[in-house]
């Protein structure tokens, strides 16, 4: 059953509605307007739980169907089905967090992407073995950990010496 998951959730809620059921009988149509499943899914779950066909109209008796779905409420599957939404659920939260992260929109001041080793912004120091950046809050750290990626692109054989990883 392709979508039965999502019906699922509603089984007490559908249980009640069982109970002031006037008919001692439901047809496909109430079953596929109840639990929102197509004509076929519902004619393959009335067979499923021993309904009938009567002329051209799939039954299943009311007290029948209260029966399955106590059976079904009462089963592993509602569990499971939380289970997974849970685990999904964490996934996707996993997810959002990684890509946030990912696009981020870095500040960049004009003339970044020529920006030199010689004229980094205040508060970034590169000596020997040793980089300081001071920062206020994470944009102006991530504004000046580009500029210094940009000004290590521009003249990588400057940083080398600056840096301290090459012999002089």
């Given at each position: 059953?392709?979508r039965k998951i999502?019906w699922?959730?509603?089984?007490?809620?559908?249980l009640?509605?069982?109970e002031?059921?006037?008919?001692?009988?439901?047809?496909?149509?109430?079953?596929e307007?109840w639990?929102g499943?197509?004509?076929?899914?519902?004619?393959?779950?009335?067979h499923?739980w021993?309904?009938y066909?009567a002329g051209?109209?799939?039954l299943i008796?009311r007290?029948?169907?209260?029966e399955?779905l106590?059976q079904?409420?009462?089963g592993e599957?509602p569990?499971r089905e939380?289970r997974r939404?849970?685990?999904?659920?964490?996934?996707?939260e996993?997810?959002?967090a990684?890509?946030k992260?990912?696009?981020i929109a870095?500040?960049a001041?004009?003339?970044v992407?020529?920006q030199?080793?010689?004229?980094?912004?205040?508060?970034?120091r590169?000596?020997?073995?040793?980089?300081?950046?001071?920062?206020?809050?994470?944009?102006?750290l991530?504004?000046r950990?580009l500029?210094?990626v940009?000004?290590?692109?521009?003249d990588?054989?400057?940083?080398?010496?600056?840096?301290?990883d090459?012999?002089?």
């Amino acid at each position: 059953m392709a979508r039965k998951i999502e019906w699922l959730e509603r089984v007490p809620e559908l249980l009640k509605q069982l109970e002031d059921f006037p008919a001692p009988v439901l047809d496909r149509a109430a079953l596929e307007q109840w639990l929102g499943l197509s004509r076929r899914q519902c004619i393959r779950l009335m067979h499923r739980w021993g309904g009938y066909q009567a002329g051209r109209t799939f039954l299943i008796g009311r007290e029948r169907m209260r029966e399955e779905l106590e059976q079904l409420l009462a089963g592993e599957e509602p569990r499971r089905e939380q289970r997974r939404r849970q685990r999904l659920s964490a996934l996707v939260e996993r997810w959002h967090a990684d890509l946030k992260g990912r696009y981020i929109a870095i500040p960049a001041a004009a003339g970044v992407l020529a920006q030199g080793l010689d004229s980094l912004p205040a508060g970034v120091r590169l000596a020997p073995g040793q980089l300081l950046i001071d920062f206020r809050d994470p944009e102006q750290l991530l504004e000046r950990l580009l500029a210094l990626v940009m000004g290590i692109q521009n003249d990588y054989g400057r940083f080398e010496k600056l840096a301290g990883d090459t012999p002089e």
